[in-house]
């Protein structure tokens, strides 16, 4: 099983300080929150407990009580693109309508896959969803990296 603050020290490994890169569509970002997402939150000194209460209240549990090792993928998935694609790229998962809204008829249809599967498919369409992004050829490098852990992390929390 894998805790909150195992996910977040995974995720720290990935979202770094401060940054404002122009090339970015987060823009200014610390410990991966953008100010984009946090209008009202002085990303600039953005303490990393801060960062880490937003995630646990905003990210961690998005999908309710289902198998750690899927909340881990889909929790770096939303963090990485956002709450609603994270969803949505589960809910095409599952095979139902990929609304972005997390309830009963999409867990339903979670709780009758393989784990293993479910794994391997959201890694799928998280890459597929990421190379279609404008900002690929400056990001792809990290962006597949990231993936290749999860995956690792996968067989691991699995």
């Given amino acids: 099983m894998i805790s909150f603050d195992q996910a977040f020290t995974r995720l720290l490994g990935h979202e770094g300080g401060y940054a404002n890169d122009p090339r970015d569509p987060g823009g200014e970002t610390n410990w991966g929150i953008s100010k984009r997402s946090y209008p009202n939150v002085d990303i600039k000194n953005l303490t990393r407990e801060q960062a880490m209460s937003i ?42 309508a990929d609304d972005g809204h997390w309830g009963p008829l999409s867990k339903a249809a979670l709780m009758k896959m393989n784990v293993n599967d479910v794994l391997l498919l959201l890694n799928a369409e998280r890459l597929e969803y990421m190379t279609r992004l404008k900002n690929w050829p400056d990001a792809s490098r990290g962006w597949a990296r990231r993936i290749a852990g999860n995956l690792r992390y996968a067989a691991k929390d699995n």
């Fill in 55 to 96: 995630y646990h209240a905003d990210f961690w549990g998005l999908l309710g009580d289902v198998s750690n090792a899927i909340q881990y993928q889909a929790f770096d998935f939303a963090v990485n693109s956002g709450i609603n694609t994270a969803i949505r790229k589960l809910q095409v998962v599952v095979g139902v």
